[in-house]
């Protein structure tokens, strides 16, 4: 089978674009012939994957979407290949659209959770990205826009036939995944004397991981608020991605909580932040299915986040880890942390969690986003 994938990055450092990664990874190791279209990229090791290079702009922030999805389509007019596979609004049309976020919901949420005249909510309304994202989406989701949807979650189907009336039979359930080989117990017990030593993490610390690409949605603010409440020095937050650095780092000391943060930046090797870390946190307002969850998890990271789709679906009280059901109290996220203060109960809690998640390796998961794809190039 040959095969086109199309995102604008196919990488380890960020979320999407790790699903992307993994799935040609996963494909070519199955004998397809792949090709990846993408802006940036990382290479699989002893992979036999092309790359085509699409270019996008990178200023204004708003157009870089809309400006891979003309780049991208007119790149592919020229391509050979039996099934196209996408993984966001912002890529051609007319293929197997794997919807990792609806837009459209997140607005329709984010508003709930909003005052009218909030500053947030002003932004919100003029920012230019909105009406492009959801222009596109209507492209991807009209009829002839795709040939099968795959998505993360119930929720997820519910929203596509509520707001765009897509047939329940178009659509397919398929979970993310983790990969087991990176994240697991063993490999962060190996190297946690030496990444907590990188981050000059303290014996008695409890350092508490956040990974996320942008702080307002992800819950960055609610942390620092639980962080106030609980009046612990020795909590640490590590904030490992692409966020504005420096944004976390003014709120942190507008929060009075910056001795208690490390800024760490991206990363391609996340499960290193999971072997210094003692708890995965993200109070999320949104998310379709997290793929840092699962990784977490994975990795024997209990995890504390809010009743959000797919969470809600890896999450077992007492298990694995915690729900809030509140992404913006930092009283709930506060008081669910209070339990894991405690080293043995964590340490319980640990040694359990990765068990829970076997179903989601993704070797398991891909197989089935592999007869998929089959069906559509038939």
């Not at 592919?76 to 007319?94: I, Q, W």
């Not at 949807?149 to 329940?168: A, K, S, Y």
């Not at 991605?241 to 507008?254: I, K, N, S, W």
Request: proline share 5%; with cysteine; glycine share 6%.
């Amino acid at each position: 089978m040959r095969v086109a994938l199309a995102f604008p990055g196919c990488h380890r450092r960020a979320g999407v674009e790790r699903v992307v990664w993994e799935c040609a990874r996963f494909l070519d190791t199955r004998g397809h012939t792949v090709t990846v279209f993408a802006n940036e990229w990382e290479e699989a090791p002893g992979s036999h994957i092309t790359y085509v290079r699409v270019p996008m702009l990178r200023r204004p922030y708003f157009l870089r979407g809309a400006s891979f999805f003309r780049q991208c389509t007119r790149a592919l007019h020229s391509a050979t290949y039996e099934v196209l596979n996408t993984h966001g609004c912002v890529c051609p049309t007319g293929g197997v659209h794997w919807v990792q976020s609806v837009h459209h919901a997140w607005l329709e949420r984010s508003r709930a959770m909003r005052p009218p005249l909030s500053p947030e909510r002003l932004r919100q309304k003029v920012n230019p990205l909105h009406p492009i994202l959801l222009g596109l989406e209507r492209k991807h989701f009209r009829k002839g826009g795709y040939r099968k949807i795959i998505v993360t979650t119930e929720q997820v189907r519910q929203d596509l036939t509520r707001i765009f009336g897509l047939l329940e039979e178009d659509i397919v359930i398929i979970p993310n995944g983790f990969d087991p080989e990176n994240f697991n117990p063993g490999r962060r017990r190996a190297h946690r004397k030496d990444a907590r030593n990188a981050l000059s993490l303290g014996e008695t610390d409890i350092a508490l991981l956040f990974v996320a690409h942008e702080l307002e949605r992800k819950g960055y603010r609610t942390i620092l608020q639980a962080l106030q409440l609980l009046h612990r020095p020795d909590l640490k937050v590590l904030v490992v991605g692409r966020a504005d650095r420096q944004r976390a780092a003014v709120l942190a000391e507008a929060h009075g909580v910056s001795e208690q943060v490390i800024i760490c930046g991206p990363t391609s090797d996340v499960a290193h932040f999971h072997a210094a870390a003692d708890l995965f946190v993200l109070p999320t307002q949104y998310e379709a299915f997290c793929l840092a969850i699962l990784e977490a998890l994975g990795s024997g990271l209990p995890v504390i986040t809010s009743a959000v789709p797919g969470a809600q679906d890896a999450i077992v009280e007492g298990e694995n880890g915690s729900l809030i059901q509140d992404p913006n109290s930092g009283e709930q996220l506060a008081l669910a942390l209070q339990a894991y203060l405690d080293g043995q109960f964590r340490e319980q809690i640990s040694m359990q969690v990765s068990s829970t998640v076997e179903k989601y390796q993704w070797p398991r998961v891909l197989e089935r986003y592999e007869q998929v794809l089959l069906e559509a190039s038939a």
